[in-house]
């Protein structure tokens, strides 16, 4: 797969050779003077074909256009006025740009930009206003783009119909997100609604992508936070630095974390043929986290682009419970008292490589890949303690895994035209597990492979957006010496049409998962001597049928959405228990197929530094040979921001969640948080909290399957108040390179069982 793709870029790259252009030029002011940092975007029927910049000395350059054709010229630049113009391509390849200096002022951060925003077969894109760029926090300047919420208390870019968002830096996934720009240095922000196969495993529904603009000034980013709960509980800290210009820089993050108590108080309640238990009691967890990243980033070229990458985390969790209560025998009609003892210590180390590479053939034919090494070590030692009456058993676990996990991406995009684009690409995940028992020396082996290869095309004509995306997946599994291949397709069509403020979209997708070690693990992970809980090493991927419309509507700040979801899993990996000689065991099997009905409905509301919204969702489990599940989700939120001060509150309820055999009814908000903010200077934050305002969170669960029955009631800590301090230090800090922690920071946090 790997040869064809290559192959298909030399094609593509001699091709492209025969039918593309450069447009080259000068941009200077009325003294002749060279203007740096403009903005230049070229277009053809109402779409963006091309974007540059220009440079120190004011030239700029954008390749891959067609020849012996009319092209529109847009360049921008914040102290200047815009210049709209065209070029016949077939008489000239060289255009002087001669600006004017603008006499515009703007007086609110919420005017969006100083120029109309630019629509493209995509999205839009969007140009920073004045007070944008010089605001000095990237959350606070992109406040003004429309179709997101950004939250710079929490340092969040969200979108306003709750899509999955990706963060692009100069059309690349790997970039230090957002945080590390300064909105100076930013040159447009581009909006894409119509997001293809290379993005969709990533699970987004929009993209925002940031250009930035170009300088060899070195620059020094620095970043120290600390942040705790009161009483001293819980909290992080850690700097994050970085130094060079934008050919080649050194980051390095670190940041320690702790949790002192993490408290909860539940009782439950246990009937099988043989006995009823019921006890009460507490459980406590203590952490200590290291997470550390260093990244070295090259750009030896325009048309280069390399990172590497080292980050590992350390992680050590203890735990404790301590439960009392009654065990009732039903065959000796006995009445015992319980009492219980549990601790669990698990430490994990994780150690990932990365390497990333993205190579531009042109404006419009593009190649990335990356490689991924990931070393994982867990260990975990489990002991409980049982007394009945004046019998008293202890049980142990002592299992160790180590992992090794190779990963490779590698695509090509090739923007055919303004309305018309390919990706091809593959992935190949591998990954190799070995869990040993130290008790008595027992081993398990898994070994797994997915290779994922996909074509996309996508198309923009008047309105109407299409993305079609047809792969195959190629899954081999390994487990304990059972092996099983799978070759499945995979799948995925959406359609969107955009006229005025309304956009109607339809999309369908088919798609595979292959069970995690977890749901594989053959051992015992329990030390209840009345509860074997292992997974299954037979089981098989899941298949899942999605289909969803929508309705979308966003006029002026206001943004209205609603859809209705679909999805039917086949040989979904759902939860299985039995019960044989007194004791509950519990597994997986591949028992899941099952419909999901789900309708929403969405409502927010933007208006300079105010925004408020809420999210209202109703969803239908249907399992065979049961009864349908129903519940009921609703959130909502509100954002203000005024002068140095911002408020930030969020809450979330849902009434009931469900499983095959277990259904949970939540009595309190699982979420609803308060924040206060203050910046005593553009450099420095203080912030203040309090979590769950409504208190400790409560619910219920039961638990029914094959004459095994258990219910509870649980309780978490009571609500917390937290702070957190941000200083940031920047200097010529808008001519860094960026790169994509979402991208790089793809590690595990060790191997849960």
Same mark, same amino acid.
């Given at each position: 797969?790997?040869?064809?793709?290559?192959?298909?870029?030399?094609?593509?790259?001699?091709?492209?050779?025969?039918?593309?252009?450069?447009?080259?030029?000068?941009?200077?002011?009325?003294?002749?003077?060279?203007?740096?940092?403009?903005?230049?975007?070229?277009?053809?029927?109402?779409?963006?074909?091309?974007?540059?910049?220009?440079?120190?000395?004011?030239?700029?350059?954008?390749?891959?256009?067609?020849?012996?054709?009319?092209?529109?010229?847009?360049?921008?630049?914040?102290?200047?006025?815009?210049?709209?113009?065209?070029?016949?391509?077939?008489?000239?390849?060289?255009?002087?740009?001669?600006?004017?200096?603008?006499?515009?002022?703007?007086?609110?951060?919420?005017?969006?930009?100083?120029?109309?925003?630019?629509?493209?077969?995509?999205?839009?894109?969007?140009?920073?206003?004045?007070?944008?760029?010089?605001?000095?926090?990237?959350?606070?300047?992109?406040?003004?783009?429309?179709?997101?919420?950004?939250?710079?208390?929490?340092?969040?870019?969200?979108?306003?119909?709750?899509?999955?968002?990706?963060?692009?830096?100069?059309?690349?996934?790997?970039?230090?997100?957002?945080?590390?720009?300064?909105?100076?240095?930013?040159?447009?922000?581009?909006?894409?609604?119509?997001?293809?196969?290379?993005?969709?495993?990533?699970?987004?529904?929009?993209?925002?992508?940031?250009?930035?603009?170009?300088?060899?000034?070195?620059?020094?980013?620095?970043?120290?936070?600390?942040?705790?709960?009161?009483?001293?509980?819980?909290?992080?800290?850690?700097?994050?630095?970085?130094?060079?210009?934008?050919?080649?820089?050194?980051?390095?993050?670190?940041?320690?974390?702790?949790?002192?108590?993490?408290?909860?108080?539940?009782?439950?309640?246990?009937?099988?043929?043989?006995?009823?238990?019921?006890?009460?009691?507490?459980?406590?967890?203590?952490?200590?986290?290291?997470?550390?990243?260093?990244?070295?980033?090259?750009?030896?070229?325009?048309?280069?682009?390399?990172?590497?990458?080292?980050?590992?985390?350390?992680?050590?969790?203890? =735990?404790?419970?301590? #439960?009392? &209560?009654?065990? !009732?025998?039903?065959?000796?009609?006995?009445? *015992? /008292?319980? @009492?219980?003892?549990?601790?669990?210590?698990?430490?994990?180390?994780?150690?990932?490589?990365?390497?990333?590479?993205?190579?531009?053939?042109?404006?419009?034919?593009?190649?990335?890949?990356?490689?991924?090494?990931?070393?994982?070590?867990?260990?975990?030692?489990?002991?409980?303690?049982?007394?009945?009456?004046?019998?008293?058993?202890?049980?142990?676990?002592?299992?160790?895994?180590?992992?090794?996990?190779?990963?490779?991406?590698?695509?090509?995009?090739?923007?055919?035209?303004?309305?018309?684009?390919?990706?091809?690409?593959?992935?190949?995940?591998?990954?190799?597990?070995?869990?040993?028992?130290?008790?008595?020396? =027992?081993?398990?082996? #898994?070994? &797994?492979?997915? !290779?994922?290869?996909?074509?996309?095309?996508? *198309? /923009?004509? @008047?309105?109407?957006?299409?993305?079609?995306?047809?792969?195959?997946?190629?899954?081999?599994?390994?487990?304990?010496?059972?092996?099983?291949?799978?070759?499945?397709?995979?799948?995925?069509?959406?359609?969107?049409?955009?006229?005025?403020?309304?956009?109607?979209?339809?999309?369908?997708?088919?798609?595979?998962?292959?069970?995690?070690?977890?749901?594989?693990?053959?051992?015992?992970?329990?030390?209840?001597?009345?509860?074997?809980?292992?997974?299954?090493?037979?089981?098989?991927?899941?298949?899942?049928?999605?289909?969803?419309?929508?309705?979308?509507?966003?006029?002026?700040?206001?943004?209205?959405?609603?859809?209705?979801?679909?999805?039917?899993?086949?040989?979904?990996?759902?939860?299985?228990?039995?019960?044989?000689?007194?004791?509950?065991?519990?597994?997986?099997?591949?028992?899941?197929?099952?419909?999901?009905?789900?309708?929403?409905?969405?409502?927010?509301?933007?208006?300079?530094?105010?925004?408020?919204?809420?999210?209202?969702?109703?969803?239908?489990?249907?399992?065979?040979?049961?009864?349908?599940?129903?519940?009921?989700?609703?959130?909502?939120?509100?954002?203000?921001?005024?002068?140095?001060?911002?408020?930030?509150?969020?809450?979330?309820?849902?009434?009931?969640?469900?499983?095959?055999?277990?259904?949970?009814?939540?009595?309190?908000?699982?979420?609803?948080?308060?924040?206060?903010?203050?910046?005593?200077?553009?450099?420095?934050?203080?912030?203040?909290?309090?979590?769950?305002?409504?208190?400790?969170?409560?619910?219920?669960?039961?638990?029914?399957?094959?004459?095994?029955?258990?219910?509870?009631?649980?309780?978490?800590?009571?609500?917390?108040?937290?702070?957190?301090?941000?200083?940031?230090?920047?200097?010529?800090?808008?001519?860094?390179?960026?790169?994509?922690?979402?991208?790089?920071?793809?590690?595990?946090?060790?191997?849960?069982?």
């Amino acid at each position: 797969m790997r040869n064809i793709i290559l192959l298909f870029a030399a094609f593509f790259s001699l091709t492209l050779s025969a039918q593309e252009m450069e447009l080259t030029g000068f941009v200077c002011n009325d003294e002749n003077t060279p203007i740096t940092n403009a903005t230049v975007i070229v277009s053809q029927n109402d779409s963006v074909i091309g974007i540059g910049g220009s440079n120190e000395e004011g030239k700029f350059s954008v390749a891959g256009l067609p020849k012996n054709t009319k092209v529109g010229i847009y360049i921008h630049h914040l102290n200047y006025q815009v210049i709209t113009d065209s070029v016949d391509l077939e008489t000239s390849d060289f255009y002087l740009a001669k600006m004017h200096e603008s006499s515009i002022e703007l007086d609110s951060i919420t005017v969006v930009g100083t120029r109309k925003p630019i629509r493209t077969p995509y999205g839009h894109i969007y140009f920073l206003s004045k007070e944008a760029a010089e605001c000095g926090n990237p959350f606070k300047a992109l406040q003004e783009i429309p179709k997101l919420y950004s939250n710079y208390i929490t340092e969040n870019l969200t979108s306003v119909d709750g899509k999955g968002l990706l963060i692009l830096v100069d059309g690349s996934k790997v970039n230090t997100g957002i945080k590390t720009i300064d909105p100076s240095r930013i040159s447009s922000v581009e909006v894409i609604d119509v997001v293809s196969s290379k993005y969709l495993r990533t699970g987004s529904g929009r993209i925002v992508n940031i250009h930035l603009k170009r300088s060899k000034t070195i620059y020094t980013y620095l970043m120290f936070g600390f942040g705790n709960t009161f009483p001293w509980k819980s909290g992080w800290t850690g700097p994050t630095i970085e130094v060079g210009n934008s050919k080649l820089s050194l980051y390095i993050d670190i940041t320690p974390s702790w949790n002192r108590h993490n408290r909860s108080r539940s009782s439950t309640t246990t009937t099988t043929a043989n006995y009823i238990r019921d006890i009460h009691g507490d459980a406590d967890s203590r952490s200590h986290n290291w997470d550390y990243t260093t990244m070295l980033k090259w750009r030896p070229t325009k048309k280069d682009y390399f990172i590497y990458s080292f980050q590992g985390y350390d992680s050590h969790i203890r =735990s404790f419970s301590n #439960f009392t &209560g009654t065990h !009732e025998n039903l065959e000796a009609r006995a009445v *015992m /008292n319980y @009492s219980s003892q549990a601790k669990t210590d698990r430490k994990s180390h994780v150690y990932t490589h990365t390497l990333y590479y993205k190579h531009d053939f042109s404006r419009s034919l593009t190649l990335d890949g990356s490689g991924r090494y990931t070393y994982n070590r867990n260990r975990q030692y489990a002991t409980e303690s049982q007394t009945l009456s004046d019998y008293t058993f202890d049980t142990w676990q002592d299992l160790t895994t180590k992992r090794h996990a190779w990963n490779q991406e590698l695509n090509l995009s090739w923007r055919i035209n303004g309305n018309i684009s390919l990706d091809i690409g593959n992935a190949t995940d591998y990954s190799t597990n070995n869990i040993r028992q130290m008790d008595n020396g =027992s081993s398990y082996e #898994f070994k &797994g492979l997915n !290779e994922y290869g996909y074509v996309s095309l996508a *198309m /923009n004509f @008047s309105g109407l957006s299409t993305v079609i995306s047809s792969g195959v997946d190629y899954m081999h599994l390994n487990s304990a010496g059972v092996k099983n291949d799978y070759t499945r397709p995979n799948a995925s069509i959406d359609l969107s049409y955009e006229k005025g403020i309304s956009t109607t979209s339809l999309s369908y997708m088919l798609t595979n998962s292959q069970p995690t070690i977890a749901y594989l693990n053959p051992f015992n992970t329990s030390t209840d001597s009345l509860e074997y809980v292992s997974g299954n090493p037979k089981l098989v991927p899941e298949r899942t049928h999605s289909l969803r419309f929508g309705q979308n509507i966003y006029y002026k700040g206001l943004n209205l959405n609603a859809e209705v979801c679909y999805n039917y899993a086949k040989d979904g990996i759902m939860d299985a228990s039995y019960y044989r000689d007194g004791v509950h065991y519990a597994t997986y099997d591949n028992s899941g197929h099952f419909h999901f009905f789900s309708f929403q409905g969405s409502a927010s509301y933007h208006y300079q530094r105010f925004s408020v919204g809420t999210t209202a969702r109703y969803g239908v489990f249907d399992y065979e040979g049961q009864k349908k599940k129903k519940y009921f989700f609703l959130s909502a939120f509100a954002n203000w921001y005024w002068k140095s001060f911002g408020i930030n509150t969020d809450i979330e309820y849902m009434n009931k969640s469900h499983s095959l055999y277990t259904e949970s009814r939540f009595h309190r908000p699982y979420q609803s948080n308060l924040v206060v903010a203050y910046n005593v200077n553009p450099n420095l934050i203080l912030i203040l909290g309090w979590r769950n305002i409504y208190g400790k969170l409560k619910y219920e669960s039961d638990y029914n399957v094959s004459g095994y029955h258990s219910f509870t009631k649980f309780k978490n800590t009571d609500s917390q108040v937290f702070f957190t301090v941000r200083w940031t230090f920047r200097k010529n800090s808008k001519d860094k390179i960026n790169i994509d922690e979402s991208k790089i920071k793809q590690h595990e946090k060790g191997v849960s069982l």
